[in-house]
């Protein structure tokens, strides 16, 4: 049974930053591309990032690009989004995403990020 449990939301100041992980079991996570998506109020879920399986490949949203950075641990099978200098549009809810392509992918319950001063 896959599981992917997200942490590290939370409110932040604009400009700050903050480090969100999701620990993931139930699959072989070496093997398969994760994902970070979101979702804002009011709008559709939107992907954010997207890592590899080995960590060689990465994508990022326009709008995140040189702020976010995607990243994994496979031996803690856990896939990592560090975000800094965030503006208020980055408020969502963030959700990993995986295994990307097989049949067993799922969601995290999500994590809520707010960014207000």
């Known amino acids: 049974q896959v599981q992917l449990v997200e942490s590290g939301g939370g409110l932040v100041q604009p400009g700050g930053s903050l480090r969100l992980s999701c620990a993931a079991s139930g699959f072989i996570f070496s093997a398969f591309t994760m994902n970070w998506y979101r979702q804002a109020p009011g709008k559709e879920r939107e992907l954010v990032a997207t890592?590899?399986?080995?960590?060689?490949?990465?994508y990022y949203l326009d709008s995140v690009k040189g702020r976010f950075t995607i990243s994994r641990d496979n031996a803690k099978n856990t896939v990592y989004l560090q975000m800094n200098k965030l503006e208020a549009e980055d408020t969502a809810v963030y959700y990993c995403?995986?295994?990307?392509?097989?049949?067993?992918?799922?969601w995290g319950q999500g994590t809520q990020v707010t960014v207000s001063s």
């Open positions: 890592i590899t399986s080995a960590g060689g490949t990465t």
């Open positions: 995403y995986g295994p990307y392509g097989s049949v067993l992918s799922s």
